[in-house]
């Protein structure tokens, strides 16, 4: 405690430095002392406290403006904002060239007319439509590596098909699509397509009884085609989804149609036990890979009307993609990033050519590499063969490539090209690398049983590995 001392008839400040209160809600404390000097005397102390603003009525009454007329009519101002409605309708103002052109080579775009497939096309559609008339359960499986126009056709069968319904020339049926590669376990596949048909949320246990009672009891309803792209995704061990689908094809009442599409050339043993019944009809079709004249084909077909490539640039394109993906869906992506090119150029530069050329198509090409194929460039030798043994091992007519295939083809290609052979524990820690920076989806299990996959696009992979002259010809195989 401070003490601060003066003369007779003066204050005597004490300030205490454990008091909790703050300088801004009180004054000091102030200690008055008496007249006279004698210590005996008490000292009284009187504590300023903060004044309240009190609350009072005012003397005079406020003065209240009178409520007059405005001498002119005020109009309200149009928004400035174009409404809703409006800005959903699409632009009247006419497209470019190059506008056309990416519209056209749109992987979206399907079009009317699918070129170099109309007798795949012919088989699939009598196929279905005779299914439809007869009010039968039918099966098409479809094979063929991707890009090769399997989901193109099916879906232009099945629009062409309800065209006919419209015209009354052919009785309703509901068409149902589910991607197995989007249905994780597979057992969500039986929600899923209970929810595009009835648009109702039940979980897959309740689905897939709801679905089977369904087929399993006589009624009027329309047929139904369901779609299965990625078929082979949800072809797993001890898993009866796909035995399911197939099986109620094969009800009496089931009215029921699937299309299984995969990229796997084989139909594995499990599922053709089923199609010993008699009552089931099995069709198998496969696409083969598009040659060099039919990308060429395919590629003028969507560039109708649009004069913006040179005849030596779609040959280069078709020649390109056909040895290495023979994917038309890597053609069409290749060419539409080219008209943007050429459409830079010739805003820059107006003496440039004002067609795409094979230079543009190069630089197109650099610019379609994706972020997984810069990586897998800059991986080791080792995990390339790693990848070019799945690669190889995804090509032949094998269902789950499991972990041993990978690793007896990995010491089969060491002994062919006289590289020294690894160890086991060196091939599983080269895929366990892969599978930790996602390139390849390998079971955690650590068993040489798990099943090993693409995660990264097959396709960058496979384009890497043609640019390495020591995988080139062996990813031709």
């Given amino acids: ?49 903060k004044t309240s603003q009190r609350i009072t009525t005012p003397t005079k009454p406020t003065k209240q403006g009178k409520v007059t007329t405005p001498s002119t009519v005020r109009v309200k101002s149009v928004s400035q904002i174009t409404p809703l409605a409006l800005r959903l309708q699409p632009t009247n103002k006419p497209q470019s060239c190059y506008d056309r052109a990416r519209l056209m080579l749109r992987l979206e775009e399907v079009p009317d007319f699918l070129p170099c497939r109309e007798k795949e096309y012919k088989l699939i559609y009598d196929k279905v439509k005779s299914a439809l008339e007869q009010f039968s359960g039918h099966r098409i499986f479809i094979s063929g590596q991707p890009g090769t126009g399997k989901t193109a056709t099916v879906r232009q069968v099945v629009r062409n098909l309800q065209k006919k319904v419209k015209k009354k020339e052919l009785v309703p049926f509901d068409f149902v699509e589910i991607n197995g590669m989007e249905l994780k376990p597979p057992e969500r596949a039986y929600a899923s397509v209970w929810e595009k048909l009835t648009g109702d949320l039940v979980s897959a246990k309740d689905a897939e009884s709801l679905l089977s009672r369904i087929f399993n009891a006589p009624s009027k309803r329309n047929p ?8 082979d995704s949800l072809v797993k061990k001890h898993n009866k989804v796909i035995y399911n689908f197939l099986n109620w094809t ?40 598009y040659t060099h ?23 280069f394109t078709a020649r390109k993609v056909s040895s290495i993906t023979q994917d038309a869906r890597n053609a069409l992506c290749i060419c539409s990033r080219a008209v943007g090119i050429l459409e830079s150029l010739m805003k820059g530069d107006s003496t440039s050519n004002d067609k795409v050329t094979i230079e543009i198509i190069k630089e197109a090409i650099k610019k379609t590499i994706t972020p997984w194929s810069r990586y897998i460039k800059k991986c080791s030798f080792q995990a390339k063969l790693f990848l070019c043994c799945l690669c190889l091992l995804r090509k032949s007519e094998k269902g789950e490539i499991e972990y041993k295939d990978v690793a007896e083809k990995y010491i089969k290609l060491c002994k062919g090209k006289g590289i020294p052979q690894p160890t086991y524990t060196e091939i599983s820690n080269i895929a366990y690398d892969l599978a930790s920076s996602s390139i390849v989806i390998m079971d955690p299990n650590g068993d040489v049983y798990a099943t090993v996959n693409f995660n990264a696009n097959e396709e960058d992979v496979q384009i890497v590995l043609s640019d390495d002259p020591f995988f080139c010809n062996m990813i031709k195989l």
């Fill in 1 to 49: 405690m401070v003490v601060e001392t003066r003369s007779a008839k003066k204050t005597v400040v004490v300030r205490n430095r454990y008091t909790e209160v703050s300088d801004d809600e009180y004054d000091d404390e102030e200690y008055i002392e008496s007249g006279k000097e004698s210590e005996d005397e008490p000292i009284v102390l009187k504590r300023k406290r």
């Fill in 224 to 231: 139904i085609v369901l779609m299965i792209d990625e078929f």
């Fill in 250 to 289: 094969t009800l009496l009442n089931s009215h029921f149609i699937v299309i299984a599409l995969t990229n796997r050339i084989d139909l594995p043993v499990t599922m053709l036990s089923v199609s010993s019944d008699s009552r089931m009809g099995l069709d198998r079709f496969t696409f083969a890979p």
């Fill in 293 to 315: 004249a039919e990308l060429t084909t395919i590629i003028r077909s969507r560039l109708k009307g649009i004069n913006l490539f040179t005849n030596e640039a779609v040959e």
